[in-house]
């Protein structure tokens, strides 16, 4: 079994990206308490040569904008080739909140508690579902930006669980001054992507000097997350 970004054409809502495309997509997640779709927009980056599949996330807590603005940058910055890979953009994930300026969806549940979400939990539980297979699940490492929550300053961090080797080394690549050890709140996107990543049901690390494919093949870190 190689990356999940290794394959040939990939499929993101209803939509095919082959290898050296990029493609905007919308990518549907979940309905209105009217009815009405919501969809979220997603950039896909594609390079010629297979390789990992990345997503940056940002906006998970609607309020926490500067990771919107981040990808955004990406997006529109200085335009650089993606070589090999994928790389999946999505700047707003919590659109309800994003529009309401609140880091809660309606219902004042937080998403970033209901990962990995199930079909027929509550609201936040199934978008939470939708957003971990659509997009988590689907790619081999990811970057979730978060920042300080309302009247609060964080020291710019990545915070990661650095038992797990390829988390740490993804994590000490951003150079960062601060890194901080964690698993994740319970039902973060984090701890949830970080377990997908174990083998079977273990959680622990692979011996040292033994990695195993699936620790070596997914890992997760998130910026200045709570
Ligand atoms: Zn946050």
Request: hydrophobic content about 40%; overall charge positive; charged content about 25%.
């Amino acid at each position: 079994m190689g990356l999940r970004g290794d394959v040939k054409v990939l499929e993101l809502a209803g939509r095919r990206i082959p290898r050296g495309k990029s493609l905007d997509v919308q990518l549907p997640l979940s309905q209105t308490y009217s009815g009405a779709n919501v969809r979220i927009p997603v950039r896909v980056w594609r390079g010629e040569r297979p390789g990992p599949a990345v997503f940056v996330t940002g906006a998970i807590h609607g309020d926490e904008i500067n990771g919107a603005g981040i990808v955004r940058e990406i997006i529109v910055g200085a335009p650089f080739q993606i070589v090999a890979g994928t790389l999946v953009l999505a700047p707003v994930v919590n659109m309800f909140g994003f529009e309401r300026h609140s880091r809660y969806l309606p219902d004042r549940r937080d998403l970033n508690r209901h990962f990995p979400g199930s079909q027929s939990g509550s609201p936040a539980s199934r978008l939470a579902h939708a957003v971990f297979n659509e997009l988590v699940a689907r790619c081999d490492y990811g970057i979730d930006l978060h920042s300080a929550a309302v009247r609060r300053t964080n020291f710019p961090g990545v915070r990661a669980d650095l038992l797990r080797p390829e988390a740490r080394r993804i994590a000490f690549a951003f150079g960062c001054e601060l890194v901080v050890n964690g698993k994740g709140p319970k039902g973060s996107l984090r701890r949830a992507a970080c377990r997908k990543a174990a083998p079977r049901s273990s959680s622990r690390p692979a011996r040292s000097g033994r990695s195993s494919r699936a620790w070596s093949r997914s890992a997760c870190a998130a910026c200045a997350t709570r």
